[in-house]
């Protein structure tokens, strides 16, 4: 789905709402891009909205990540994907704060591997120091495209892994974007059940009491690394 994240609903942009709902953190946010004259689109959407941005490699993500993470004078990162418009900033400042009590640079905490909440509320929390750690030590290919699988590989042997978990397993519901099933879900979770201004606990509620809902997408199975 080129072009997926500036798809409409509601009368914005899905990347609008992204960017809103990760703003709840209280943390800056900064979008990532290409060099790639296709995604000048989302250098004008960060400029009409006086969002930092910064372009980078295409293929290379990784280094993209710590091309912008410097630029920015960064220590501790929050990586998210853009196609996840419903992603909850709430979630995201609770685990900073806790990651920051830690005090640990070795940590590399995320909601991902031990997956509990829906699809489309991932995000990872790591410092600088381990980034720059997978810059320049990864060499595979999936470990520069996604970014993180060095990290959470434990290639170095030195990183410690913190699962963020929900009491609750809600792990089959996917509010993510890949598919127009997606989109067609998101808008009508937007459009008619106003998610874009629901806490987490709310958009599960209210797929939970709605299996025609769920049913949009259900059968859209994740890409695999």
Same mark, same amino acid.
């Given at each position: ?86 992603? &909850?900033?709430? +979630? =995201? #400042?609770?685990? *900073?704060?806790? @990651?920051?009590? !830690? ?78 099933? &997606?989109?067609? +879900? =998101? #808008?009508?979770? *937007?459009?008619? @059940?106003?998610? !874009? ?29």
């Amino acid at each position: 789905m080129p072009g997926k994240v500036l798809l409409n609903a509601g009368g914005k942009a899905l990347l609008a709402y992204h960017i809103e709902r990760l703003q709840w953190s209280g943390y800056p946010v900064i979008v990532a891009t290409t060099t790639e004259k296709s995604d000048d689109i989302i250098v004008e959407f960060c400029e009409q909205h006086r969002l930092p941005y910064f372009r980078g490699d295409e293929q290379n993500v990784l280094s993209r990540f710590y091309e912008c993470a410097l630029h920015f004078g960064l220590s501790v990162i929050v990586r998210v994907t853009s196609d996840c418009p419903l992603i &909850d900033g709430t +979630l =995201i #400042k609770n685990a *900073i704060d806790a @990651y920051l009590l !830690a005090g640990n640079l070795q940590i590399y905490a995320s909601n991902c591997l031990v997956r509990t909440y829906p699809r489309g509320l991932d995000f990872e929390v790591f410092s600088m120091t381990l980034l720059e750690e997978a810059n320049k030590k990864a060499s595979l290919p999936s470990q520069k495209e996604h970014v993180t699988p060095y990290l959470y590989q434990n290639k170095s042997a030195n990183t410690i892994l913190k699962h963020i978990t929900n009491q609750q397993d809600n792990s089959q519901f996917r509010i993510t974007l890949d598919t127009i099933e &997606d989109y067609q +879900l =998101i #808008k009508i979770l *937007i459009e008619d @059940y106003q998610a !874009a201004i629901l806490p987490t606990s709310a958009i599960i509620e209210v797929l939970t009491q709605h299996p025609e809902l769920q049913a949009i997408n259900a059968h859209i199975e994740q890409k695999k690394i």
